[in-house]
């Protein structure tokens, strides 16, 4: 009874529970510190603090001390009994305070505290489990009798009358700890399965949760870039704007003071013109002859050359320095390289077809740049022909940023993508995406796919696509497929550890296919 008599010590009188963070009031009664808060609230308004247990009156608001004492008493006691705290079980015996249960009969349906337990029956038929409250559980419902097997057969926990006259008579039985063993057994197995997966998973998120870090890294670092580039790209557009918009008041400057000057000095032999008009009309009026013929001959009056000089002078000055303005205007183009070398491109070169890989049902246009379906053209067998439908480019790619496009509006059937040069040439095997050295886009009976190493996966039906855009980045070992419908649509995106350069690649079954302008890209040409 020492352990109830000390439980009930510790008990607080106001919720009737072991204390939680006791305190003390001047009158020396502890509480637990939201409990009596609680009542010192509902005091307040009275004026008046009246302590629970003794009465004791104040009229300030007591303080509170912690009484660490009794804190570190309820907590051994807690520490040392910590299994009869968790069950909530009590002895069914201990009629005047409740103690907890250390172990519950189930032959008197009863749990003991360690007391009653010293007490209780030794022999086989009162089994001990843990506490439990629920104990006609463990009795069968039939017999009334307490379950010892497990008959296997119907998956059921039975007693000794079921097994030998009940309804599980004759059937494979196990008792039911060697059947909780067993079953124990297979949970520990799919524990260590589930905990594996749920490790996996762990696992897979915090990959995933990586590549949402590098994609945002990613994608804010472009957007810087984007930023600046644009930011850039303002600047020297204003700049350029001064500039012409200077060199065109330069200009015009120039010619209003060239103009000026030529007409003050048509201006003065205008005057002079005026003044030899006068004195000639003088002389026309006089009638005497011989002041008339006296006077010098008038006949360089008219300066014909003089007048064209002038002209030429006034047309001259009159111009403005188109040349000028357009070479400074040409600036844009620099402008516009540098927007293509801080994204994506930076110059356009040709990527031609190379006609000595043709199949000998592919026909090259003189330009290399369409691949048509033909009948069979009888090429010369050489290492580098593929036996049928295929071409690959002169040009290969072991560097660098490129794209190529390529109209594909005229045939039904065609593949394009890139391989590497040491795909095969010959048998189905050479096809690009059918095998692990090439990649690219397909369309064949109206539907859309994408192979790498004959494992495809089909795109969207609707998807529109009379021109293809293919994307390589080498260093990244990305490739991608765009189509340039309005507005462009990403269609896949391929990553491989790349290991020898690449070629575009064409394959078409109808019609003809035709690389539109050049590639574009980031490194020159070797």
Known sequence: MASA??????????????????VTLRCGHNFCRVCIDHVLDTQEASGVYICPDCRAECQERPVLQRN???????????????????????????????????????LCEA????????????????????????LGNRKCSVHKKILEYYCTEDAACICVSCRLDGEHRGHLVEMLDEASEKKKEKLRNVLQKLTTKRAETKKRVQSLQECRREDQGKAAGVTETVTALFRDIRRQLEDLEKRVLSEISRQEQRVSLSVSDLIQQLEIKKDELSRKIRHIEELCNMS??????????????CDTEDTER?????????DLDVGLISGTLHTLSGIITGINTGIYVQEATDILLDVTTAGDYIQISGDRKTASWSA??????????????????????????????????KSEVWMVGMCYPSIDRRGQQSYIGYNNKSW?????????????????????????????????????????????CDPIRHLHTYTAALTEPLHAALLVWDGCITICGGVRSREKLP
């Open 5 to 22: 008599d000390l439980r009930q010590e510790l008990h607080c009188s106001i919720c009737l529970s072991i204390y939680t963070d006791p």
């Open 376 to 409: 069979n053209q009888h090429h010369p067998v050489t290492p580098e022909r593929f036996q049928w439908y295929q071409v690959i480019s002169i040009r290969r790619f072991s560097s660098g940023r490129h794209y190529w496009e390529v109209d594909v509006s």
């Open 68 to 106: 660490i004492t009794l804190c570190n008493i309820v907590g051994r006691f807690l520490s040392t009994r910590p299994d009869q705290e968790e069950t909530g079980i009590f002895c069914t015996y201990c009629v005047d305070s409740p103690v907890p249960a250390a172990k519950s009969c189930l």
């Open 440 to 484: 690219c886009l397909e369309r064949c009976n109206n539907q859309y796919l994408v192979l790498h190493d004959s494992k495809w996966i089909s795109l969207p039906k609707n998807t529109p696509c009379d021109r293809v855009r293919v994307y390589l980045d080498y260093e990244a070992g990305q490739m991608s497929f765009y189509s340039l």
């Open 310 to 318: 002038h002209d030429n002078q006034v047309h001259g000055a009159g």
């Open 288 to 301: 005497d002859p011989v002041t008339v013929l006296q006077e010098p001959d008038t006949g360089d009056l």
């Open 111 to 134: 749990s003991l505290c360690d007391k009653h337990l010293r007490e209780h029956s030794k022999s086989a038929e009162h089994v001990l489990c843990d506490p439990t409250t629920a």
